[in-house]
């Protein structure tokens, strides 16, 4: 028990460093007094060591299994495998606010281990927004949801992890989530910052232009590895089910979303000054927002608030950070106003206001729909959910006209574009989709919204390549490359364009793989005696064996699964086991499904049950194209590594040598760039 | 022991803490008013409105200098009235599409537009 003693006692001093950090930062900033700021910042690496002594303490007692303590008694057992201990870290609501503290201080530490350099004027404030930040959570755990709390009985058995999550991508989802969310605060503080201090041009924005990224492609990541994880474990042969607890973290993403493309535009047209720091604030709020959702229950009753203290933290911490935003933009109305000018109605600036529009507007219904169960039940007292078609009816047509716009905003121009210069800058893309359409009708696609959808991605899909191939032509003839040389060349030295396109690229690749898989899912149900076969859609199965009713040694898990093998054209393809279990600590069975993936279809067989004389129940998925949203989401994270590269990013400054001579080097090859960082 | 130990905790946080508020620590100083890449800015935007002349985009208001096609900060199009020599001194690498010389700080090619500062994405 003294590792729950040492845990409590060093989140104890930690709530009492953040609070101090934030208070010394704020006032050395005032006042002038450097020797504050740099208290500050040992208080800050102070949260930082205390934070990671909590949770390596809550580990220990996981590992140790050391039920004494309320938390490892709910979330370990005595036979569940070391490796799923760690997915019990982040089972739960305390846990994860652990977390959350734990990678923010981390991401603090390493922020204000480096020297103050652009950010001088800033780095005061945004130690102070993320100190404050590291004290609500430290208060949260110390005051209300305290992982370390003790038993009053030593029990000799723990609940044990919900089966459901033990899954290895389950172990590997919260922590990106919560590092993305940790991250997120990152450019929320320096946004912060930037209003205090009035220093609104795009300074602040290229100065966390990394954190923003890396915050941004994380949660992105999180995301798809839960949506993985869905599809994997839960058993019903889809990943997306627009379900409380994805739609919270997804919300942020968008918010996020919105916030990258305002950078950029205040970035290149000095507008949207107001837009990166509202829409930075808002991601973090929402943030903030997903985790209580997520561990809270909020969603599911609204009557889960009452229980608990933690909404009303949670709810005032989210109303001061907001009425505090709210108030310095209110106070730097003239800072906030950019130099730029919003373009003709056909310009990229409107393109781009449209786009952070329709990115907002989606988050909004979305967070509409979310809590609207919560609204019903509180004013109606019957709780309104709903469905996953309410969602894809809505956010289908957005999401490609977010697509479509992807695919036109870099046709259009700056400031302005005459109607034939679009289209004689889009003949080809308009083309390459209508080619698309044809394509598909052609080989039988009947549904005009798969049609039109695809439609949309190759025009986009399109526009990206040939913005890229357009590049290397142009590297090829003035700096008389050849096509690989020019190739490498256009793409390296341009990293955060074409990182951007291939994060673009990868986008695409995801919502292709949606519309595949949501337009011809094959789902067929079967009857089968052991020995007996059945074809579904060009696949053999045939039913080989099965296990019924199987303990588990130290286990707490009675195995049911069958064994099927998979032929396509005679020929073996797999051997597949799905399972359905029965565990002692949940309520009915829980599938484990099998498996076979290609880039074309995923066949995925589900147990759907299992009589004792070995007649089985199955359900067969056949479902197009889960594959690309993988690819995607590998290719996201290589899109963000090109695109944030360091020596990569640039401002663009052109270095000049001293004395201004030498211009005799061959053209393109002499630009020499300053990192971003000054 | 666990009271122990967290005595030492604090003794060692409260240490880190108030060590630099200690008379006769000397810290570095804060920032100054005015950041280095504010007064960059203002000495490239002066060098170029004296080498211009009095010219100025008609989108952004950033000085040019005869001979400029492009805005070198918004990329717009520019009146084609003065031609003729740039009176700055060609300086260093020149426009990675059409070789002509760059000045520190330009976001477009002043000759042929090109996006020198060209990310799409921040």
Redesign the interface.
Known sequence: ??LA??GY??L??AL??AL?ATIASIL??QQ????????AR??L??TAG?ST?AALALLALLLTKNFGVAYVHDHVSTYLRPAYVLAAFWAGMEGSQLLWLWMLAIFTALLVLR??T?D??L??YAMAVLAFTQAFFALLLVAISNPFELLPMLPAEGVSLNPLLQNIWMIIHPPIIFAAYALWTIPFAYGLAALVTGKLDS?W?LGV?RW??AAWSTLGIGILIGALWAYLELGWGGYWAWDPVENSSFIPWLVGTAF??S??IQ???DMFRAWSVGLVTLTFLLTVFATFVTRSGLIQSVHAFAQSAIGYYYLGFMGLILAVAIGLMLARTRELRG??QLGDLVSREFAFLVTNLLFLGSAGAILLGTLWPTFTEAVRHVSATLTAENYNRFMGPLGLLLVLLLGLC?LIE??RTSAERLLRNMWIQVAVGVVTAALLLLFGVREVWVVAAFAVVAFAAATIELQWAAGVV??MR??KENLFVAAIRASY??R??Y???I?HVAILLIVAGVIGSQAYQDEVQVVLAKGEQTEVGGYTLVYKSYTYGQPEEHGNKVRNAALVELYRNGRLLAVMEPERNLHSNVDGTVTEVALLTTWKEDLYLVLAGLEPDGQAAFQVLITPMVLWLWIGGLELILGTLM?AWPAASRS??????AG????G?Q??T???HRAAR? | ???A??FV??L??AG??????LPG?V??????AV???EIEAAVRKLRRARAGGGRACP???EAYQPGDRFCVR???ALPADDQGKSPL???????????A???????FCAKCGYT???????
């Open positions: 028990m003294i003693e040492i006692g060093a104890l001093l009492a460093a101090w050395g900033a002038q007094r450097p020797e504050l700021v740099t208290s040992n208080a690496f102070v205390l002594l020297r103050p652009w001088r004027q780095r005061p300074g924005l232009r923003s990224l990258l493309h950078a950029i970035e290149r047209r130099s730029g870099p700056w400031r142009t590297r003035t700096a030295r341009n955060r364009r990182g951007a396109q994060i695109a663009a400054t052109v270095t000049v040598p201004g001579e030498s211009t080097q053209a393109g002499s630009i020499r000054r | 022991m666990g009271i130990i967290f905790l604090a060692l946080a880190a803490i108030v060590y630099p508020l620590r810290p570095a100083p804060l920032a100054p950041t280095d890449g989108a952004c208001g918004c990329g717009g001194p060609p300086a260093g690498p020149g426009c990675p599409s059409c070789g010389a760059l000045q520190e700080g330009d976001k020198l500062h060209d990310e799409e994405v921040a």
